[in-house]
């Protein structure tokens, strides 16, 4: 698929960040919609061919969504957002921590630091996610795990969807 829509990774190593912006052709509603809402997250959030599976979710200050990245072999990797501000339609902030499915956290990781926030250009709506680390090695551990090329992945299949709706 070949789309002309922004999406930019880029690495900050001295902020041990990553910043992500991506472009949508859909309404801003409708991409809040996709990252706010468990029965849209699920179709998008896990690149192919793993699939999202949410156990629990509660998008407000101080809530949590619990969920499982479900590998083809049905193998299950847990993580939890911890949501900590939420300005409607604008912006939200949440941690994300691997853990178990009981939402015990995985020891031997540290947890990303994500800032979303949303605008509109024109038809598009624009996703500008800025995530932070305690640490540039934990970064780079993501990173290699195939952060960048497994979210990719999951962008476009939140484009997929809009395209779908057209």
């Given at each position: 698929?070949?789309?002309d829509?922004?999406m930019n990774?880029s690495v900050?190593?001295?902020?041990?960040?990553?910043n992500?912006?991506?472009?949508f052709?859909?309404?801003?509603?409708d991409?809040?919609s996709?990252?706010?809402?468990?029965?849209?997250?699920?179709l998008?959030?896990?690149?192919?061919?793993?699939k999202?599976?949410?156990k629990?979710?509660?998008f407000?200050?101080?809530?949590?969504?619990?969920?499982?990245?479900?590998?083809?072999?049905?193998t299950?990797r847990w993580?939890y957002?911890?949501y900590?501000?939420?300005?409607p339609?604008?912006?939200?902030k949440?941690s994300?921590?691997f853990?178990?499915a009981?939402?015990?956290p995985n020891?031997e990781?540290?947890?990303?630091?994500?800032?979303?926030?949303?605008?509109?250009k024109?038809?598009?709506t624009?996703?500008?996610?800025?995530?932070t680390?305690?640490?540039?090695?934990?970064?780079?551990k993501i990173i290699e795990?195939?952060?960048r090329?497994g979210?990719?992945?999951?962008?476009?299949?939140?484009?997929k969807i809009f395209e779908?709706?057209k």
């Amino acid at each position: 698929m070949k789309t002309d829509l922004l999406m930019n990774f880029s690495v900050d190593k001295e902020n041990k960040a990553v910043n992500v912006k991506r472009e949508f052709a859909a309404p801003l509603s409708d991409v809040w919609s996709a990252w706010t809402e468990p029965e849209i997250l699920d179709l998008w959030w896990a690149p192919a061919p793993f699939k999202s599976k949410t156990k629990s979710m509660e998008f407000k200050e101080g809530g949590k969504r619990l969920y499982a990245m479900v590998g083809p072999d049905g193998t299950e990797r847990w993580s939890y957002f911890d949501y900590s501000s939420i300005s409607p339609k604008t912006n939200f902030k949440h941690s994300a921590t691997f853990c178990d499915a009981d939402g015990n956290p995985n020891s031997e990781f540290g947890s990303s630091y994500w800032d979303i926030t949303f605008s509109e250009k024109g038809n598009l709506t624009v996703v500008d996610i800025h995530i932070t680390r305690d640490s540039f090695e934990e970064l780079q551990k993501i990173i290699e795990m195939g952060f960048r090329e497994g979210f990719t992945s999951a962008m476009d299949s939140l484009e997929k969807i809009f395209e779908a709706r057209k």
